[in-house]
Each structure stands twice: as structure tokens, then as C-alpha cells.
């Protein structure tokens, strides 16, 4: 992990004397993140994308359709909010935009992204917190609303899951594991990890994993 968007585990919030750092210094700093969202063109049609990387002075999304360079695009991610930012790449299946944003604005994207890096060593932190216990059963995991596919739970905690399936939703990606919500954290050889989106109580996972 980068050290540039370091923080204490114990918090979820960036800590003041990193907002307060110089936004442009840290501008050249891109975070790997995949996350779903939407976009909007000048013509004020809206089209779903993925977010690849983003920086507090731009970010780079996969799209289904192709923009023009010099088109300004506003566009939508949880976690993040709304960027507004000007074309200044294409490539194959999307763009790269130079982010449109005042000083607070990039400061406000370099908090969230600070809980973004972090996030999945918070959420590994949980885990360790949480005994894993190995389980050999069958269930499903709902992919979208039209995909579900069977699955077998290797092991499974109060905080997330093992799972062993053929299926690969990208990393990012919330699914319906049997009756819980998850979001998908890591691939492994076998399969997928989840984190549960509510922490479960030892009642919950006994009644859906015996």
C-alpha cells in the first residue's frame, strides 16, 4: 500500500494532518479501485462505467461507449460521489479524464480515497478479529438480478466468507451470498473471499452455515 494515503486502522476518516497536505503534491498519485457508477455527456445522456484508477487531479474508467477527447464528462461513484473532469485519453474499452475540481473538492476525493486504500486492510483487520470457521456446504450466490449460481462455502466468519465457485465478479462487486449481503474483496484459486456487508451475529451464521 502506498504510504502516501497512509492512516491509523483505527479509523475510517483520514486524519486531518493528511487532508491537510498539499492536493497537488499528492495529484500524481493514482489508487487502484474498482468501483461501479455512472456517467454523464454534454448531451446529458447517462451510461454506466467502471472506475480502473483515480488521483485527486484525474482518474481513468472503462465505458461502453467511446467519448471524444476534450469532452467534458461528469461522473458518479459510491464512496466517491460526482467528479467532473475533462477527456484527455482514450483507450481500448474506455477513457481517462483531468479532474475539473477547486481545492476543497480534491481534498474531499483525497479523504475518500485514503478509506478506500485502507478499507481492505480494515476489513482484514476485522477478520482476524473474527475466527474463520471451515464449513463444506452448498449454496448460492447471486450474481445480478437474472444470475445466480450454485456455490460451495469453504469457511466463513461473523465478518466474511470463503467461497468456491467458477464464477469471478470483479473485486468491488456487491452479491447475494445465500441470504447475506457481500461485497467481493479478493480472488483466489478456488474461488472468491467476501466481506459481509453487516457484521453477522453467531446466531446468523449458525443458522445459515449449521
Given at each position: 500500500?502506498?504510504?502516501?494515503?497512509a492512516?491509523?486502522?483505527?479509523?475510517?476518516?483520514?486524519?486531518?494532518?493528511?487532508?491537510?497536505?498539499?492536493?497537488?503534491?499528492?495529484?500524481?498519485?493514482?489508487v487502484a479501485?474498482v468501483?461501479?457508477?455512472r456517467?454523464?455527456?454534454a448531451?446529458?445522456?447517462?451510461?454506466?462505467c467502471?472506475?480502473?484508477?483515480?488521483?485527486?487531479?484525474?482518474?481513468?474508467?472503462?465505458?461502453?461507449?467511446?467519448?471524444?477527447?476534450?469532452?467534458?464528462?461528469?461522473?458518479?461513484?459510491?464512496?466517491i460521489?460526482?467528479?467532473?473532469g475533462?477527456?484527455?485519453r482514450?483507450?481500448?474499452?474506455?477513457?481517462?479524464?483531468?479532474?475539473?475540481?477547486?481545492q476543497?473538492?480534491?481534498?474531499?476525493?483525497a479523504?475518500?480515497?485514503?478509506?478506500?486504500?485502507?478499507?481492505?486492510?480494515?476489513?482484514?483487520?476485522?477478520?482476524?478479529?473474527?475466527?474463520r470457521?471451515?464449513?463444506?456446504?452448498?449454496?448460492?450466490?447471486?450474481?445480478?438480478?437474472?444470475?445466480?449460481?450454485?456455490c460451495?462455502?469453504?469457511?466463513?466468519?461473523?465478518?466474511?466468507?470463503?467461497?468456491?465457485?467458477?464464477?469471478?465478479?470483479?473485486?468491488?462487486?456487491?452479491?447475494?451470498?445465500?441470504?447475506?449481503?457481500?461485497?467481493?474483496?479478493?480472488?483466489?484459486?478456488?474461488?472468491?473471499?467476501?466481506?459481509?456487508?453487516?457484521?453477522q451475529?453467531?446466531?446468523?451464521?449458525?443458522k445459515?452455515?449449521?
Open positions: 500500500m502506498s504510504s502516501a494515503f492512516t491509523s486502522p483505527s479509523s475510517l476518516t483520514a486524519p486531518t494532518a493528511f487532508v491537510r497536505q498539499d492536493a497537488e503534491r499528492r495529484g500524481t498519485r493514482r479501485v468501483l461501479l457508477g456517467f454523464m455527456r448531451s446529458r445522456h447517462e451510461y454506466p467502471k472506475l480502473l484508477d483515480i488521483s485527486v487531479t484525474g482518474a481513468a474508467m472503462m465505458s461502453p461507449v467511446v467519448v471524444e477527447p476534450g469532452e467534458v464528462i461528469v461522473a458518479y461513484f459510491d464512496h460521489g460526482g467528479i467532473e475533462t477527456v484527455v482514450i483507450f481500448d474499452g474506455g477513457f481517462a479524464i483531468a479532474m475539473n475540481a477547486t476543497h473538492k480534491r481534498e474531499k476525493i479523504a475518500q480515497l485514503t478509506w478506500l486504500v485502507n478499507r481492505h486492510e480494515l476489513q482484514s483487520a476485522v477478520d482476524r478479529r473474527h475466527e470457521r471451515t464449513v463444506n456446504q452448498k449454496t448460492t450466490l447471486k450474481l445480478d438480478r437474472d444470475i445466480s449460481v450454485e460451495r462455502v469453504l469457511d466463513v466468519s461473523l465478518s466474511g466468507a470463503s467461497i468456491e465457485t467458477t464464477a469471478r465478479p470483479p473485486i468491488g462487486t456487491d452479491v447475494l451470498f445465500g441470504k447475506l449481503r457481500c461485497r467481493v474483496m479478493r480472488h483466489h484459486d478456488n474461488g472468491i473471499g467476501v466481506a459481509f456487508l453487516d457484521i451475529e453467531p446466531e446468523a451464521i449458525r445459515y452455515f449449521g
